[in-house]
C-alpha cells in the first residue's frame, strides 16, 4: 500500500475520496451511485451497530424485520411523505426475465408485469404503520419500541461514499405510543442515545438540535438532530429523531381501546443513523497520512511489528504482550509478515487508523523495554516491556479522549457569531464552520438565505440562550440564535 | 394468548402456521410472498447470527457488504446461472414517481426509465466477481475470505413463512483461492462449521452430502449440503456449500498473477444459511402447545413467575435467582404482571418455548424450595431454593442435550432401506423420513423417480458405505445408497 494520497490542504474532497479507498473502506460499484462496503469499513459498522444495538436494547427496544418492498399505493397514504419520497424512489414493475426470442438476450419478460409496482424502501414508516394496524387494538399493546437494522435505497443525483449513496445501511427505530408526551419522550431519549454515542464512541462532538420546517422529515411534526462540524468547516447531519404526531396513524388508521374505552389515534416516533456516520467519523479525526479511529470503534485497536522482522525472542514477547492485552479486553494483531519491511507496514497501519503501535526490536528487548507509537499524535514512547499491556490501556482511553477534546476544540474555534448578512458570507467564504445568528422564524427568510450563501439552518440548538436580537436578512426580532452551515 | 394451536396429528401445516403466528415468530405482509419477521422470531435469528459469525471469523472470515442490485447483463455472463435465477427476478425498471397529469393519482414518471434494468439480488455471485476482479492482482491477494449478511429476493410462486419466503435474509460467504484444492477445502470446512451449528446450537441432527447434478446450484460445480428431517418426515435442506470452480472467474475474467508469474484463472466457493433455518428449528423440536427452544438459541432461556402475584417475599427471592442466573451467563426475566393468572402465563411462555420455567410461591418458600418446570419434556422439579441456579444451568444443558438425543432417534427411526420401487412409495406414502436406496447416478432416473414419487434424491451422504446393489428403478449397478425423501 502506497502512503501517498492528497493532502487535506491541497483538495480536502479528493483526500477524503482517497483515504477511503486506500484504507480500504469501501469503493463505487459497477451500479450507479452503490458502494461496496470493504472489509475495513465494515467491522468499523459493525463496532458501530454492536455498541448502538446495545444502547437501543438498554432503553427497552427490540429488533424485527419488515419488507424490503413497499406497495405504491402505501406510499401515497401520507402527503407530505410521498411527496418527500416519490422522486427519488427505485420502482419495481416486473418479476420475471427471459430470452428475447429475437435474439436480443435477456429481457424483461412484459407477461411478468406487477400489478401494482413496487418501491425499494427508501424508508419503512408505510410498510410498519400498516403493519402496526394489526398489532395495536388496545392500550396494552402499547408502547410498541421496535428498531430494525436494513438497507434502503433514495436516487440520488449526487452521491459520496458513505456520505450520501443510492444505497445505504441504517438503523430505522419505528416506536407506538398512547400519548402524546410519551411520544416527545421517545424522541428525545433517541436523541440523547445518538448524541452519546457520536461523543462516547466516535469522539465527535455534536449539536442537539430541532429541525425548522423546511428541513424536517416528510409526514413528521418535528425532527430533531444531531449536527456535527467537519474538519473542511461544512456541516454533517449524524442522525435524526422525528417526532411524528398522529400523521401515521391517520394515513394508516390505527386507533387502541384507550383506558377510558374510546378510541383514540396512536402517537408515533421514528429515527436513524446509517453508514453515513462512517464518513462522519473519517472526516472528523483522520489526517493527511490516512484514517485516525477512536479505540472505541477500531476493529485492531494496537498491533504488534517486529523490528526488522520476527524472531523467536520477538515472537514471544509478542504473544506474551498479545496475552496480556486480550485479558484486557484489548484487540490485537501482530503483523509478522515477512515480505514487507517495517516502515511500510508503519505507514500501512497508519493509512488504517490503527491506534497505537508496537515496535519490538532486538536491542529494545535487551533493554527490556517496547517501542510505542500513538496514531493521533504520532507521538512515540519507550515504556517498560514489563507494564507494557497496562500503559497502552491507558493509552487508548488518552486517545478517545484526545480526539474528542481536539475535534471539540476544532469547534469551537469554529462556531462564530454573525450578526449581518455580510459577516454571515464573510465567515461562510473564509473560514466556514458553525455560524450562529438570529432569524426571524420563516421559511421564506430561511430559503432567500439558502439561496444567497448555500448555508441551511443546520438546527435551532436545544440549548440556546434566549436572547432578544434582529433577523440578519430582514431585521425582524428574533429570540434565540440558530445555527447555520454549509452541509453535506 | 390463547392457547389453542391445531394439533400436529390433524394438520401439520396448519400447525406450524398456528406456531409461527401465535409465538410471535412472523406473519405475511401486504406485499405478496414477503414476510415481517416478529420480534420473537428476529431475536432467535440474532443468535443464530452471532454464533455463526463468530465460527465464520474464527475461521479468517471477515465481513462486506456488496449492492442490492444487480445489472441484467451481470446476471446474463454465467450460462447457468442466468438459466437458474432469470424466471424468478424482481427488476426495477424506472427510478422516479409522478404525479399523473390525467388525475390517476401516483405513477411511475415514464422519463425516468433506467438505461439498463436493475435485478434486485437473489444471490450475489455476479456482483461480487465482477468487483474481484479489481481485487484481485496476485497470488498475494488471495485467498479472499469474505462474507456478507444480507436481504435477498427469489420471486416464488409458493411461499411459507420461514421457509420460503421472496424476500428472506441470509448470510453468503464468497472466498475466491489460488487453487482447486484449496477452493474444495473452504466448501467442506463450511460444510463441517454449518453441520456443528445445526447439531451443536440448534440441536437439529444433519446428513453431510453432496447433490447430485439435478439439484445443484446454478454455476457450481459441486454443491455440499446439509439435510434435516422435520417431524412430519419431510426433508429439509438447511444449508449449501459450493465449489464454484473456476465459472465465475471465467465469466468475469478475474485472473491472477501465481507464484510462476502466470496468469491463471482464480478458484471460487459460495456457501448459504438463511432465515429458513428458523423455520426448520420450529419444526425439529416444537410441540402442540406451542415452540420449544434449544436453550443455547433461546432468547430469554429461564422465566420466573410469581405464585399467585408478586409480593416482597416473592420479588426478593426472584431478584437473588435472577442475579445468580446472570451471573452465571443465564438469561432470564421475571413475569411480574399482575394484570394475568400464573396459568395463563405457563401457557404464554410454554408458546414462546421458554427452556424452562421457575415458579415461586409463599408456600414453597417457606419450605425453602422453588418449583422448576422444563419445556422439553414438561416435567416439574421442587429444587433446594439455594441450590437453584446451579440446578438450572445444568438443566439447561440436560435440555440441550435431550432436544438433540430426541431428534436424532426421531431421524434413525425414520431413515429407512427401500430396495424396490415399491418399497420406496410405500415409506414415503406411508411413514415418510429419509430413504435410503440404490440408484443408477443418472439424472433421467433421478427425474423418474421424482415425477413417480414425489421425492427427490437429497444428497449422496458424505459418509456412505460403499456396498454394491442394484438402482430401484433401472436394476443397473450402483456402488452406495442416496438418500431419498419428499422435501420443503
Known sequence: MAKAITSRSEDYSQWYNDIVRKAGMADYSAVRGCMVIKPHGFAIWEKMQ?????MFKDTGHVNAYFPLFI???????????????????AVVTHHRL????????????????????????PTSETIIWNTYKDWIQSYRDLPLLINQWANVVRWELRTRLFLRTTEFLWQEGHTAHATRQEAVDE????????????????????????????????????????????????????????????????????????????????????WGVSTRLVGGLIMTHSDDDGLVLPPKLAPTQVVIVPIPKPSPEINDAAEALMKNLRALGVSVKYDHDETKRPGFKFAEHEMQGVPARVGIGMRDLENGQLEIARRDTKEKAFVPKDGAADYIVNLL?????????????????????????????????????????????????????????????????????????????????????????RAY
Open 50 to 54: 454492536q455498541q448502538l444495538d446495545r
Open 71 to 89: 406497495p405504491k399505493s402505501f406510499l401515497s397514504k401520507e402527503a407530505e411523505h410521498v411527496d418527500g419520497f416519490a422522486k427519488e424512489c
Open 98 to 121: 427471459m430470452n428475447d426470442p429475437g435474439g436480443a438476450g435477456l429481457i424483461v419478460d412484459p407477461d411478468a408485469k406487477l400489478e401494482e409496482e413496487l418501491i425499494v424502501r
Open 187 to 270: 424522541t428525545k431519549l433517541i436523541l440523547d442515545i445518538y448524541a452519546a454515542f457520536a461523543e462516547e464512541y466516535m469522539a465527535m462532538p455534536v449539536i442537539k438540535g430541532v429541525k425548522t420546517a423546511n428541513e424536517r422529515f416528510a409526514g413528521a411534526d418535528d425532527t430533531y438532530c444531531i449536527e456535527a462540524l467537519m474538519q473542511d468547516g461544512k456541516a454533517l447531519q449524524a442522525g435524526t429523531s422525528h417526532f411524528l404526531g398522529q400523521n401515521f396513524a391517520k394515513a394508516f388508521d390505527v386507533t387502541f381501546l384507550n383506558k377510558e374505552n374510546q378510541q383514540e389515534l396512536v402517537w408515533a416516533t421514528s
Open 397 to 485: 482511553d488518552e486517545i478517545q479522549e484526545n480526539l474528542l477534546r481536539r475535534a471539540k476544540a476544532y469547534r469551537t474555534e469554529n462556531t462564530r457569531n454573525a450578526d449581518s448578512m455580510e459577516e454571515l458570507v464573510s465567515i461562510l467564504d473564509g473560514p466556514g464552520g458553525f455560524v450562529s445568528a438570529h432569524w426571524d422564524g420563516t421559511s421564506e427568510t430561511e430559503l432567500t438565505i439558502k439561496e444567497q450563501t448555500k448555508a441551511t439552518i443546520r438546527c435551532i440548538p436545544l440549548d440556546a440562550e434566549q436572547v432578544q436580537g434582529k433577523c440578519i436578512l430582514t431585521g425582524k426580532p428574533s429570540s434565540q440564535r440558530v445555527l447555520f452551515a
